[in-house]
């Protein structure tokens, strides 16, 4: 049985230890600086927004992990929600079907993002950088740059995607609990499954994985799939919450998550990915952005905070991996 101290180790030793810390570290500094960071109704304004970035995440780190890059996120999570609400207020299907043709339609933008990358071998920093500008602009064409309303809709569906319910004074959207259930689904699937080997594997030597019989060309746009389709979910459910689609949502997003990932641990070079540390990630940047504000710092400043967070985590990575090899 091992001992403490190798248990302690073996913690610290892991990618999520240092943006653990960074968490907590966050959470002490802002609720000793302004008490009412803590408080129900704050609680409730991070709870709102964070799950559905963090559903953009959690399929972004399956996609790095199999060492690839989506940065066409952003495009989708505004584009889906306006297909779907211009077909809801043009009369010509009710908001069920306009809610299933937006996902299909991003299940073609990601089956065309991983066929370009996997068959054509173009990058798929250059490939998912095109299609952000194409699906951006089919968005503003469509809408002529206008938000779309949504608060005419009814529909049970609607309380099933972002429903809201309080408990103790903390307001909870359905969202959340969504974004809970995608994460443990993918954390059984990267951490457990066969297809988590495939997927690390394609990330981490796909020459290998090709030789040892992973159809790696599948994985990868399988996962471009996932992307875009969650994606459109994280935005549809946003548009519903917020009672309008804006062609413009989403914008800078693609950066904002691949940070969350890269803070969680998610290896840039891919092979190496963990949920669990994405989770994390997400909740310091959302933490970040909400409590800069909240003890009176400009929010102009959150892309500095940003920056020295990553440069930071990417240090304390490198350091950490360099023990673990060392063997210390």
Not at 142 to 149: A, N, V, Y
Not at 188 to 198: E, F, H, P
Not at 215 to 220: D, E, F, H, I, S
Request: hydrophobic share 55%; proline share 4%; with cysteine.
């Amino acid at each position: 049985m091992p001992s403490n101290s190798t248990l302690l180790q073996k913690f610290i030793g892991r990618s999520e230890f240092g943006p653990l810390v960074l968490l907590v570290v966050e959470i002490v500094i802002f609720g000793l600086l302004r008490p009412a960071f803590l408080s129900p109704d704050n609680i409730s304004n991070l709870l709102a927004f964070t799950p559905e970035l963090g559903i953009i995440a959690l399929s972004m780190t399956m996609v790095m992990t199999a060492g690839e890059f989506d940065l066409s996120v952003g495009s989708v999570f505004g584009f889906a929600p306006v297909v779907m609400w211009t077909i809801y207020n043009a009369h010509i299907a009710p908001f069920e079907v306009g809610l299933v043709i937006a996902l299909l339609i991003a299940v073609i933008i990601g089956f065309v993002n991983g066929w370009l990358v996997t068959k054509l071998k173009i990058s798929s920093f250059l490939v998912t950088l095109g299609m952000l500008l194409i699906v951006r602009g089919v968005a503003l064409y469509i809408t002529d740059g206008f938000p779309q309303g949504t608060w005419n809709a009814s529909s049970p569906l609607m309380q099933i995607i972002v429903g809201e319910i309080s408990i103790g004074g903390i307001r909870i959207y359905a969202s959340l609990l969504w974004f809970i259930l995608f994460a443990a689904i993918l954390t059984y699937v990267l951490t457990q499954s066969k297809a988590g080997n495939w997927i690390q594997a394609a990330g981490g030597n796909p020459v290998s994985a090709s030789a040892c019989g992973v159809n790696v060309g599948r994985t990868k746009i399988l996962l471009f799939i996932l992307t875009a389709v969650m994606s459109a979910y994280a935005g549809i459910a946003s548009s519903i919450r917020v009672t309008t689609a804006n062609p413009n949502s989403g914008t800078g997003y693609e950066l904002e998550v691949i940070a969350m990932v890269v803070i969680g641990g998610t290896a840039l070079t891919g092979g190496r990915g963990t949920i669990i540390g994405t989770i994390i990630g997400v909740l310091i940047l959302r933490i970040m952005r909400n409590g800069i504000v909240f003890v009176g710092v400009p929010g102009l400043a959150y892309n500095i905070f940003i920056g020295a967070i990553i440069l930071g985590m990417m240090a304390l990575h490198s350091w950490l991996e360099r023990r673990h090899h060392a063997g210390t």
